[in-house]
């Protein structure tokens, strides 16, 4: 079942149990971690196990992440759910390439657990644990507590209901940690986001994501909030429930710091040019589309279209702005479409048929790009033509006509 961990977890019923349940709950938690937890698809960190050592590293090596090909997937979360091998485990980066965040976290770690005080702060990470959470409550989050190592490490993960600029989410948890020393904690917490600013080649170090742990024999525990003494570690499906049904929140509205000039430094050597953002269609683009059969039905690949994308990704980002996910669509049924979840299902065909794309949009309005590639567009640029208008408007009428003359038939 499990690679170096194999007999330890064997020779214990309860943590066998327990890592079946992460098992079974593996494709829902991926979905979930896709849509809550992803920030960015194209690094993530990986864990390695190489002569009894772990160490982990950041993927892809520099080499290919220009490429586009090696990216977070929901493949890959299953496998890091699933937790079969320390080598599937996987750490996730809180920041977005374009500096915003969808969670943060504080991170209390016991570093050394082999000093003579080890259990007393153990207890003082748990005390701030509570602590902050508690405030965190307050506020109007629903952090998820999480013993993490199972000795003396906690989480305290907060899912928030949108993308925030990163200086606002990383002033928020950095406020909410400032009293660690109160608490008697020998160093102050790390935060994730761990930094406020970042230049476009930084890369801060990620977080591994919750489950299995890579050096011990520990599955990730959640707190238990409403206990009135008893049950008050979720453990297996339990705690995975807690983790699936916590509530996104929006972020307090915070006052921006004034950004402090700081002394000429040497200039840094330009960071590599950024490949530019193409938005792609993906009905009668790369899926054959023959009518709205509702949101969750699409069609096959269209010949070529395979071809095409892999082309169009070695010069540009390829992102997937469809109506699917739009607040309109609807389902068979006539009902609204949840466009999160749709999202889901849109990467999950993405992958399966091995599109290379950087992320499908969700949101309000029209997201910058290069350019936009869809089948039913007029280009209209009155900038560079004084008879785009013309020219757009008789594009239109043909398209129109045409679009009629197929419905009636």
Known sequence: MMDGAKNGFQKNRRLAWVAEEWQRYADKLAEWAMERLVNRRDVWSQYTLKDGEVRVVMLPIKERRKAGTDMVTLKKLTRHFAGKAVSHLIGLHSISDHRTAKWFTIDIDLHDKTVVNADEIA??????????????????????????????????????????????????????????ENFGLPRKPEVFPPKREVEDDDLPYALRLPGRHHTRLHFTRVWNFDSIGENDWLDGGEAIEALLAADPKPLPKTKRKRK?????????????????????????????????????????????ALDFANSLSKIADIVIFTSRCSPDAVNETGMAVDASRMRIRIIDWLERNKFPFKDVYVGQGKPRAAAFIDDRAIACSTQLDKNAFKVALAKTRLFLGGKKRRTAQ
Do not use: T
């Open 260 to 304: 402090v000039v700081a002394a000429p430094r040497k200039a840094k050597p330009k960071a590599p040019a950024r490949k530019p953002r193409v938005c792609l269609d993906l009905d009668g683009v790369l899926a054959r589309y023959e009518g709205w059969n509702g949101a969750e039905n699409i069609g096959p690949p269209l010949p070529g």
């Open 123 to 180: 207890w003082a990470n748990f005390a701030a644990a509570r602590e902050w959470s508690k405030r965190l409550r307050n506020d109007g989050f629903d952090p998820i507590l999480m013993d993490s190592d199972g000795a003396g490490g906690f989480h305290v993960w907060v899912l928030l209901d949108k993308e925030y600029p990163l200086a606002d989410v990383y002033d928020y948890v950095n406020g909410v940690r400032s009293d660690w």
